[in-house]
């Protein structure tokens, strides 16, 4: 669409007023952009946040290595140190000592822990190591491989438990990315429809256009710079619901519900990407939409 | 200017094989009973109807064969009266004749002092800022004419332009169309007043039936089309 | 038939302060130059737009002071010609004058004859399955005129009903009126038509900036309005 | 809207005959019902089933009560069996041995379990009784009941950890039934602004009719066949996909993934709920939204 500085400044013109002049037109067509997009926006936020916090379950995963107890601690502790530092894919590895491990054991039983008062004098648990892969995906590989080290007596990565646990993770991404793909066609869909209908409602004009002699070019600009705007204001109410919601909700949720381990993501970033989505979706659209659909009544 | 021309629109045939050359700066009346081809024949030439065959040529254009792309510029050498005047519905009186204008990128202050003028010859610079809906079917007629004529094509189409408007409004309206016609502008009018024919004689092109039944100098409007 | 009536719209006064009656079985033209108020005078009779000062009975209806639910019973006993026609864009010919029927809730039967029945009078049966966009002016004009003859109301009313016909069609059109008229139908017309105003004489009411300048039982179309 | 039968034959035909002639407005208007409501139907799926897992999670919260170790273990049995059993609100009763409850301590600790052999010499677990309470959320009421029975020295009924449970659990049923809410409105909003347009660009024929007698009725009817019909068929599209969908994404989680232990709920009434709730949506805004935006013509 090559065009002079002039004849743009025009078609700016036109298709600013003509947003007025179509009135409770354009305020149907912004709102449908605005409402879609905000339950993109909205599906997305939750979306960012359910990753967020399935990682950080999938992060929990860990492999657990319990030395053999008829080697010296030292010895043992030494040699396995130096060679799970020699593997790949680890990222953190903890020394736990058998009195640790009793400590722990006992506080996962909570009020029933004191039942297990009697151990204390004769600590049968074994020293471990916890060792964290930098995947969590690769912790079963890595247990394997810890399996093989000297005196390395047995290990849990949680076996069953944990290939659960990233069935249901990858379910759960899976199901959100299939969500967010098909709210992101069905926004498209419906943004473009709603546009298409009301350029639709001017067909009449674009033909008495074309007939006093405007060039395809000369229709076209004016819908181009409505779409942009319909696209791009109906982008920002969205974004600004969901940034006030999403400052509320936080506040909320861990304020008033005291959910502290509900770990949401901070509001800065995320507000940032979701902005560029929608801006992202609501400008394309905005223009696909009025484009394709003028051209529908340029073949005159 | 034209060849052999003819139409035929979903299935009905509105105007058979039909020969017609018009010079340049010729003032040809088009006349005939309703249903005739008038504004069928108006309509192929600035190509809002295609031919189904023959060959048309208007200005250099080859009318019959021209590309998608290339109609706007034939029609910007056409100033059009349509007989259902077409003009937009949210744009002013001023801003749809001036739309004529913009097409072809004229400056905003000549668009202007343009639009005025022509909108004082046919007296309707009052109702510059009125919008189609507020003005009266007269009113109408007038603001498509006044399109038409802004921006001096060299040919000028008007398809019934005093269909609507009273005997003394009519003359001012013919005498604009004769003026620019001694300027050298090439106008073909379809019309029904037998008055403006008989009594402004030009060369007459009578229709029927999708026929030319008669094609005379100095014609009449006639009993027999 | 009116007392006082007067209309201003939008800021513009299209008709001043005016008196007529008209009697029932009457034929009057309505003249006027283009803008003097003729078609104003004729929507308010029909409430197209509201009086916003004075009276007018119609049929016995208190048209100024209607209530919303009550004008349709208004329109239906008058048959409106409108000016820019005003015909269902989607709907065929055929459907468009069986509509007029149809909102009174005549039997489909009774539809078919009576409306193939007028379009056989104004020239139009074979164009029944037609669509108002595959017309000609013309033709078009003609369906508007036999949708507002259909139910045979007692009024009809039209404005410039044969502004896009050619002289023998508008006298085949003209004379419908006339035998409708001497049937007893009110006919209040608005006409551009010098000849027909004066071939045809009946009473003439001539409109100039919105005031009643001549009232003439056999009227000229006139110069001097 | 009073009406008499023929007039309403002839309504309904005109109002399909529209559907038809708007061709592609009718498009249009029905693809934006149907998506629209595919998401509503798709989330309301998804909605249920999460409610029904969730149910199911809180369906495991239970009181421990463990018998006091130094009375005779069948007085105690029989004493707070009898005791639990005139208490209000319990759903069942399970008593559990030492042993028993050996065996299963042993279990939870899967692989290290082995560690545990050394107790089963001298097991120093109590008895004890799992009550499952009616509702779970009386559960915490009902363990507070129950400590005061004699012979039970101890309860658990998950603590904080069910408290935290619990939490979680409205907070996913609020935002369920937020996004819920929140879609049916955005849906209810989209249609009819969709509606809205395709009736305003019919604007000049409503106009029309008036202008020939026609009475608002007269002209509503046919708005209100193409209406209900445009809603009927928006609302049925997505129920098919639905059907369909929801069929094979059971097939798939359970026989291709093998994820059995994610318990979806079963096609049949599930499909029945969502189709007349997507349906009642469809009618209602199909209907209403033509009448409203007709209404607004109506005036002239
Ligand atoms: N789009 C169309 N599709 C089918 N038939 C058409 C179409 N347009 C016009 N016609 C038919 O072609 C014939 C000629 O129409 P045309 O408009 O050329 O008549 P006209 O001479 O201008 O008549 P009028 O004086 O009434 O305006 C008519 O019979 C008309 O019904
Ligand atoms: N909706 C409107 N809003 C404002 N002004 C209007 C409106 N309709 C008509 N007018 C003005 O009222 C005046 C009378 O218009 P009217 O249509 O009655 O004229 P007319 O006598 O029918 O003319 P014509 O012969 O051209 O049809 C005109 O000056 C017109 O511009
Ligand atoms: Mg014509
Ligand atoms: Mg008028």
Same mark, same amino acid.
């Given at each position: ?28 067509? @912004? ?8 339950? @993109? ?21 860990? @492999? ?9 601690? /030292? ?41 297990? /008062? ?12 916890? @060792? ?23 290990? /849990? ?59 395809? /070019? ?83 | ?19 017609? =050359? ?25 190509? =809002? ?8 040529? $208007? ?18 050498? $056409? ?22 204008? %913009?097409?072809? %990128? ?53 398809? =019934? ?50 026929? $030319? ?13």
């Amino acid at each position: 669409m090559p065009i002079n500085k002039q004849a743009l400044g025009r078609h700016i013109r036109e298709g600013t007023r003509s947003l007025f002049r179509n009135g409770w037109m354009t305020v149907a067509s @912004v709102s449908a952009v605005a409402i879609t997009l905000l339950i @993109v926006g909205v599906f997305l936020t939750f979306a960012f946040n359910v990753n967020h916090i399935v990682s950080s379950i999938e992060n929990d995963v860990e @492999v657990k290595a319990y030395l053999d107890v008829t080697v010296d601690r /030292n010895t043992a502790k030494q040699h396995v140190e130096a060679e799970l530092k020699k593997l790949d894919g680890v990222e953190q590895i903890t020394f736990i000592t058998k009195e640790e491990g009793l400590k722990n054991f006992k506080a996962k039983f909570g009020e029933k822990g004191d039942l297990l /008062n009697s151990l204390e004098k004769d600590n049968f648990l074994p020293d471990s190591f916890v @060792v964290k892969a930098e995947t969590p995906q690769k912790t079963e590989e890595l247990g394997q491989k810890i399996k093989t080290i000297k005196y390395v007596k047995k290990i /849990n990565t949680g076996g069953d438990t944990t290939k659960k646990l990233f069935a249901v993770t990858s379910l759960v991404r899976t199901v959100g990315l299939v969500f967010v793909i098909g709210l992101g066609f069905t926004a498209i869909f419906l943004i473009s429809n709603t546009i298409k209908i009301t350029i639709m409602a001017r067909q009449n004009e674009i033909e008495i256009m074309k007939l006093v002699g405007a060039t395809n /070019n000369f229709i076209r600009w004016p819908f181009f710079v409505e779409g942009t705007l319909i696209g791009f204001v109906g982008a920002l109410i969205p974004i600004l619901i969901i940034l006030v919601g999403y400052a509320y909700l936080q506040r909320y949720i861990q304020v008033q519900l005291s959910l502290y381990f509900l770990d949401l993501l901070p509001l800065y970033p995320l507000i940032l990407q979701i902005s560029l989505i929608l801006i992202g979706i609501g400008l394309f659209i905005g223009v696909w939409g009025s484009l394709i659909s003028v051209r529908r009544f340029l073949r005159i | 200017m034209q060849n052999v021309g003819k139409t035929y629109a979903n299935g009905t045939v509105a105007l058979h094989a039909i020969n017609v =050359e018009i010079g340049a700066g010729e003032f040809v009346y088009v006349v005939g009973p309703s249903g005739a081809g008038k504004s069928t024949f108006i309509k192929l030439m600035y190509r =809002e109807e295609k031919a189904s065959l023959g060959e048309i040529f $208007i200005n250099g254009f080859h009318v019959h064969q021209l590309q998608e792309k290339d109609i706007p510029f034939l029609r910007r050498g $056409i100033g059009v009266v349509f007989q259902d005047f077409k003009l937009l519905p949210r744009l002013t009186v001023f801003e749809n004749v001036a739309f004529a204008l %913009e097409v072809i %990128e004229t400056d905003p202050q000549e668009i202007k002092s343009k639009v005025m003028e022509v909108l004082e010859l046919v007296g309707l610079a009052n109702k510059a800022r009125n919008l189609p809906s507020q003005l009266s079917g007269g009113e109408q007629q007038r603001v498509a004419v006044a399109r038409a004529l802004v921006n001096r094509p060299s040919l000028v189409i008007a398809d =019934e332009p005093t269909g609507n408007l009273d005997p003394d409004t009519s003359d001012d309206i013919m005498n604009l169309f004769a003026e620019i016609n001694q300027n050298g502008t090439t106008v073909v009018m379809a019309t029904h007043n037998k008055e403006i024919v008989n009594s402004m004689k030009n060369r007459v092109i009578a229709f029927e039936g999708g026929h $030319i039944v008669r094609d005379e100098l100095k014609g009449e409007y006639g009993y027999a089309y």
